[in-house]
């Protein structure tokens, strides 16, 4: 199978959506005759380019992270392009990956709707949608954290590449927690304030020499003065 | 009350659903409402990088200085904003999504539990009612306005915003 993989992060070659697609690539590379090529979507002059690899590919992976409970500008802005194919003969399979910073899975739910609705409007065979939380931050997190995470990423993409299909057991535990509930709500409420601020904001923060002003309100306090 | 409109009309030939604004504009007006409407296609809005300067290097504020900046003054002094985009693909314009990934310095990067989920903790103490204002297209359906109010519903939870539907 040939397999063309849009990353649809605005962050690019710095994203945590690459560090998801690398390990996912890596388990569909282990089928013998498997090929993929990779677009970058920020790449903001390529779009021309980005529309003719859609129009000729066989089967579209689409990954992007989050932004404002939707699809990046970015993607959106690839997303229109593509109306002159919809309904053509021919349009590749397509599936997408869609990850947050966001511990639950419920957060990306509307925007699932929408990319199945895409898929069915372009004429594309759904392959689905993959959501995963918790995402921000896995870049600097050591590797005992991200282990299991990159695992189920390979083993998914191993999956794909042999059946054409997103596993739907990986699938489903890689979204949960849908909501957050019981215990591990009462952890949030209780703890969640103060460690995300501590340990990973606050430290970048203080790194940019920005922590005195973390609650500033440029928008008002200048309109004040 | 002080009411901006978010015009993401990338079409400055499609003066209908422009034509549209205006008129609501003048109506809204002559009810004694300030109205402001943004010409989003006229404004030097960037792409969102996802650097997250706007939260930990200035903070409230995108590092890069382009229009967005007007835009989140406009919006945070604002008692309602109405959102207006043609549906294309199925939902808002690219170019109102491009305004709308700006807001981002309006809140915080601290999360705290609202609704029993996680979002993002508000940065300033009052935020304006929003509103959805949509032009169909040819390919457009019910459906695509259901999903796109959704998402919409979903984002004004994570903004502290007051949603209200199309009705």
């Known amino acids: 199978m040939k397999l063309t993989v849009f990353n649809g992060s605005p962050r690019g070659q710095h994203s945590n959506t690459r560090m998801l697609l690398e390990h996912f690539l890596d388990g569909f590379m282990t089928s013998k005759d498997n090929t993929y090529e990779l677009a970058y979507l920020n790449h903001l002059k390529s779009r021309d380019k980005f529309v003719t690899m859609f129009g000729e590919a066989e089967c579209v992976l689409l990954a992007f992270p989050l932004y404002t409970d939707a699809m990046p500008a970015m993607v959106k802005t690839f997303i229109e392009s593509l109306e002159p194919l919809c309904g053509r003969e021919g349009n590749p399979a397509i599936g997408f990956i869609v990850q947050s910073g966001f511990p639950e899975a419920i957060h990306s739910r509307a925007l699932e709707r929408y990319l199945e609705k895409l898929a069915r409007r372009l004429g594309c065979r759904y392959i689905g949608t993959v959501i995963k939380g918790g995402v921000e931050g896995i870049r600097t997190m050591p590797s005992m954290m991200t282990r299991g995470l990159f695992k189920s990423l390979y083993l998914l993409g191993r999956k794909f590449g042999e059946t054409g299909s997103f596993d739907r057991q990986i699938v489903l535990n890689l979204g949960k927690p849908e909501r957050l509930t019981g215990l591990r709500l009462l952890s949030f409420r209780l703890i969640g304030r103060y460690l995300s601020r501590s340990k990973y904001w606050d430290r970048k923060l203080k790194e940019n020499k920005a922590f005195d002003k973390r609650f500033a309100r440029p928008y008002t306090d200048k309109a004040k003065s | ?167």
């Open chain 2, 1 to 167: 009350m002080k009411i901006t409109i978010f015009n993401g009309n990338p079409d400055g030939g499609n003066d209908v659903f422009d034509n549209y604004l205006k008129r609501l504009s003048d109506a809204l007006e002559l009810r004694e409402h300030t109205v402001t409407t943004l010409t989003l296609r006229e404004m030097d809005i960037r792409y969102c990088i996802g650097c997250f300067d706007c939260w930990l290097k200035t903070p409230g504020e995108c590092i890069v200085a382009d229009a967005s900046q007007d835009v989140c003054r406009q919006f945070i002094a604002s008692d309602l904003v109405l959102f207006a985009s043609p549906l294309i693909m199925g939902f808002t314009s690219a170019l109102l999504k491009k305004a709308h990934d700006k807001l981002v310095p309006l809140i915080h990067p601290y999360i705290g539990i609202y609704h029993n989920e996680c979002h993002h903790m508000p940065r300033y103490e009052k935020y304006p009612l929003t509103g959805l204002l949509l032009e169909k297209g040819r390919d457009s359906d019910e459906e695509d306005i259901e999903i796109t109010s959704e998402i919409y519903r979903r984002d004004a939870l994570n903004v502290h915003l007051h949603f209200a539907s199309p009705g």
